[in-house]
């Protein structure tokens, strides 16, 4: 479905498997710009403050293997910080080219939640200080805002510095 999307019309996976965990979150939509797929413009779209819109980056580590990592829209990932944090010697993005079939999402709509396998997840820690982070919901142009304590359970995530 092209074009402006309702909150009606579109259930994503990700919002299937937090109602099935009792988990309280809201949706929220925008129009999809396949020319700038940043999480940023998707919070200026809907009026989401940069700190709270997370985005969501799937990494490999040496030895453990995939790790997913959510933080701020406006920040860049310290990869020294992920590995520590994942008790790894060195952490690295994956290609884009294979989130598809690693996670089960596109780039734009890769989502903490849902993935083909569950991967070890790290969240930045400065998550704590809202009441609320959206994360996409599993499909362009479709987000769900939950607070950060849900999604670093439902995840069985880890509060992390990461930037």
Known sequence: MKGKKTEETVKTNVMRLLEAAGIHFETGTYEVDENDLSGSHAADLMGVDHDQMYKTLVL?????????????????LDLKKVARAAGEKKVEMIHVKDMLSITGYIRGGCSPIGMKKKFPTYIEETAQLFETVTVSAGQRGVQVTLSPEDLRAYTEGVFAPLI
């Open 60 to 76: 490999k580590g040496e030895k453990k293997g995939y790790l997913v990592c959510c933080l701020p829209v406006d920040e860049e």
